[in-house]
């Protein structure tokens, strides 16, 4: 069995990586540079798969398409603005969104399925990302997955998103049977030398991690410290429902 993953190098991709490795999938994973502000992301996901290449088949692509840039530089990801600290969960997290991010990735994802003879393509959406990011919800997933078919008629590529209904908590937690090496994954949206800690992706990630009752593997002690601490002051407000 063949599929194509889009895989940054954070939480979600890498525990989906190791989920279909234990399939076992033979892997494309394909990483793309499309203008982020930061290369982190990268470093680390080279890191993972060659921890990852010992338990399957993979082979990893890493693409530059950043000539996409001022197409798209919006937002604190690909443009000016400054990455909000906070919850993920809230309004002011909608400035990290990318413009039609994933759009984009999964069709040239789905092209490349094509080329390489592998029948599904992969994204690690999840329940977590449903009230902020509209192309991680089962709404986006059904309309790409038949656009991506009608567009292949004569060489079929489905669109699997297995983590659409889970929350991160649960991702961590079938990362953590597969053990996954979460020390090689990077979920910061600043690219600094380490982790802010109080972004919204470290603030998610602090909490998946949280619920399971275990130290983010990628934090030393005091950094762990840390990071519960702002999350237990930043979880003063009210979290807004999940979609």
């Known amino acids: 069995m063949k599929a194509v993953l889009i895989f940054s190098g954070g939480l979600d991709s890498s525990t989906l990586l190791y989920h279909l490795l234990s399939k076992g999938y033979e ?28 338990i399957g088949k993979l082979d990893h692509r890493i693409v530059d398409i950043s000539s996409i840039h001022d197409l798209i530089s919006f937002g604190a990801i690909t443009g000016n603005e400054k990455v909000p600290e906070g919850f993920y969960t809230e309004e002011s997290q ?71 209904d889970k929350t991160k908590a649960e991702i961590v ?17 600043r690219g600094e030398e380490r982790p802010c800690l109080s972004c919204g992706t470290c603030i998610e990630r602090t909490e998946a991690f949280l619920l399971n009752g275990v130290r983010d593997p990628l934090l030393s002690e005091k950094e762990w410290n840390r990071a519960v601490e702002n999350y237990k002051i930043l979880g003063k407000n009210p979290r807004p429902k999940l979609g």
């Open 173 to 189: 937690e079938l990362g953590l049977r597969l053990k996954v090496p979460y020390e090689f994954t990077w979920s910061c949206y």
């Open 27 to 54: 892997v494309s994973a394909v990483t793309f540079i499309y203008g982020q502000k930061h290369s982190k992301e990268i470093e680390f996901a080279k890191k993972l798969v060659e921890k990852a290449k010992e």
């Open 94 to 164: 909608k400035v990290t969104i990318v413009p039609n991010r994933n759009m984009i990735l999964l069709s040239i994802a789905a092209g490349y399925a094509v080329k390489i003879g592998a029948k599904e393509v992969y994204y690690a959406a999840h329940r977590s990302d449903y009230s902020i990011y509209p192309d991680c919800r089962k709404e986006f997933v059904k309309a790409l997955d038949t656009a991506i078919y009608l567009g292949n008629l004569w060489n079929p590529v489905e669109l699997k998103a297995p983590f659409i």
